[in-house]
């Protein structure tokens, strides 16, 4: 069993950045695809970023593209996320992933194995 813990979600103005933090649980963590997710209040969960195992490849929703940025520390069990420049509509509740496979770089929500409880992001205009 993993757990995944957020952290670093907060308001900040539009164009401001903010780094989000997942730090996780267990000592399969090097062996996990990891992601993040956002979900709007009464929107589907959206797939924004996924990291390989060994940080070989990084994998984007365009509408982040350029702007957020995954990293992961294996030595620290944790993922983090960069995110610059950010925008009114980067607003939502951003969520920690972990897969066992490889189908979160799709950005595929089904392959999900662990999820976190979840950060807000707001950004103001």
């Known amino acids: 069993q993993v757990q995944l813990v957020e952290s670093g979600g907060g308001l900040v103005q539009a164009g401001g950045s903010l780094r989000l933090s997942c730090a996780a649980s267990?000592?399969?963590?090097?062996?996990?695809?990891m992601g993040w997710f956002r979900q709007v209040s009464g929107k589907e969960r959206e797939f924004v970023a996924a990291?390989?195992?060994?940080?070989?490849?990084?994998y984007y929703a365009d509408s982040v593209k350029g702007r957020f940025t995954i990293s992961r520390d294996n030595a620290k069990n944790t993922v983090y996320l960069q995110m610059t420049s950010l925008k009114p509509e980067d607003t939502a509740v951003y969520y920690c992933?972990?897969?066992?496979?490889?189908?979160?770089?799709?950005?595929?929500?089904?392959?999900?194995?662990?999820w976190g409880q979840g950060t807000q992001v707001t950004v103001s205009s």
């Open positions: 992933a972990a897969d066992r496979s490889t189908s979160i770089y799709d950005g595929s929500r089904g392959g999900v194995d662990y």
């Open positions: 267990g000592r399969t963590f090097s062996l996990l695809g």
């Open positions: 990291i390989s195992r060994s940080s070989g490849g990084t």
